[in-house]
Nanobody, 127 residues
Framework: QVQLVESGGGLVQSGGSLRLSCAASGITLDNHPIGWFRQAPGKEREGGSCISSRSGSTFYGDSVKGRFIISRDNAKNTVYLQMNSLKPEDAAVYYC????????????????????WGQGTQVTVPS
């Protein structure tokens, strides 16, 4: 049974940093594209960043580019999202997800490409 468990969310002031973790069981994250998505109340789920299988190529949405960094620790079977220079508009529930379709050096920021999802972790950035 595949499980993805996010952690690391919380309350942070504008300009601050947080690191989210996505720990997996029942799946080897290195074999799958992994994405971080977020959803704020009343808004659609947004793909923020992803990391491809094996090579670890990374891609970012415009809203987080230059501020967020996605990385993977194969030994811990965990993917991280380092979030810097946080803004109130970054406040959302953050989800990690794993895709099944593997294309070398490529990953998608589209939620429909992803099959396995975690339960989410809340990030709050007061305005």
């Amino acid at each position: 049974q595949v499980q993805l468990v996010e952690s690391g969310g919380g309350l942070v002031q504008s300009g601050g940093s947080l690191r989210l973790s996505c720990a997996a069981s029942g799946i080897t994250l290195d074999n799958h594209p992994i994405g971080w998505f977020r959803q704020a109340p009343g808004k659609e789920r947004e793909g923020g960043s992803c990391i491809s299988s094996r090579s670890g190529s990374t891609f970012y949405g415009d809203s987080v580019k230059g501020r967020f960094i996605i990385s993977r620790d194969n030994a811990k079977n965990t993917v991280y999202l380092q979030m810097n220079s946080l803004k109130p508009e970054d406040a959302a529930v953050y989800y990690c997800a794993a895709a099944q379709l593997v294309i070398p050096n490529i990953c998608s920021l589209m939620a429909y490409e992803y099959v396995y999802w975690g339960q989410g972790t809340q990030v709050t950035v007061p305005s």
